[in-house]
T-cell receptor, first 110, second 113 residues
Framework: DVKVTQSSRYLVKRTGEKVFLECVQD?????MFWYRQDPGLGLRLIYF???????EKGDIPEGYSVSREKKERFSLILESASTNQTSMYLC?????????FGSGTRLTVV | KQEVTQIPAALSVPEGENLVLNCSFT??????LQWFRQDPGKGLTSLLL?????REQTSGRLNASLDKSSGRSTLYIAASQPGDSATYLC????????????FGQGTRLTINP
């Protein structure tokens, strides 16, 4: 089974901190995605990557950046965390059209 | 812009009942549609994927149908069990868009013993 591992289940950070969310997949998938999930708003795509060092903005990229130096790892970076970035963050990878999601990171910015 | 709607937002039924969850989308130009399950505080688990050329897919007690021309999909759950309690999300993949998914907001399902 494909595994997508997110490094932290729960994270508390202070406003203004630089935050790194890490995601690793073990099945050589080309495509990786970062979503955030908020009550009433559903899942929204932040960034995605279809190859190493390749990235594209999703629907809500403001305040975020990403890094994909190796195929298996896709990092989401909050350059200067703000309270409105408190959310559940979900990483996913896909080959063709089969998606596998990680367990999520619940980030609280105080 | 593609929009995906799921009705109802929440559903509570007694154990053993058959039930139907609904999903509608505004743009019929889709590549495929997927149904996911999400348990509280967890990630998403893929249940069924229907390609745009298909009408339905089945897995165990689950059956998903797709009517692309009318912009609708249903997820049928037979003989529901308390373990089926979760949030069910549908998502569509646009024809142009490199596998990006557009999600509905989900239906929160509770099966009462």
């Amino acid at each position: 089974d494909v595994k997508v591992t997110q490094s932290s289940r729960y994270l508390v950070k202070r406003t203004g901190e630089k935050v790194f969310l890490e995601c690793v997949q073990d099945m050589d998938h080309e495509n990786m995605f970062w979503y955030r999930q908020d009550p009433g708003l559903g899942l929204r795509l932040i960034y995605f990557s279809y190859d190493v060092k390749m990235k594209e903005k999703g629907d809500i990229p403001e305040g975020y950046s990403v890094s994909r130096e190796k195929k298996e790892r896709f990092s989401l970076i909050l350059e200067s965390a703000s309270t409105n970035q408190t959310s559940m963050y979900l990483c996913a990878s896909s080959l063709e059209y089969g998606y596998t999601f990680g367990s999520g990171t619940r980030l609280t910015v105080v | 812009k593609q929009e995906v709607t799921q009705i109802p937002a929440a559903l509570s039924v007694p154990e053993g009942e058959n039930l139907v969850l609904n999903c509608s989308f505004t743009d019929s130009a889709i590549y495929n549609l997927q149904w996911f399950r999400q348990d509280p505080g967890k990630g998403l688990t893929s249940l069924l994927l229907i390609q745009s050329s298909q009408r339905e897919q089945t897995s165990g007690r689950l059956n998903a149908s797709l009517d692309k021309s009318s912009g609708r999909s249903t997820l049928y759950i037979a003989a529901s069990q308390p373990g089926d309690s979760a949030t069910y999300l549908c998502a569509v993949s646009p024809v142009k868009g490199a596998q990006k998914l557009v999600f509905g907001q989900g239906t929160r399902l509770t099966i009462n013993p």
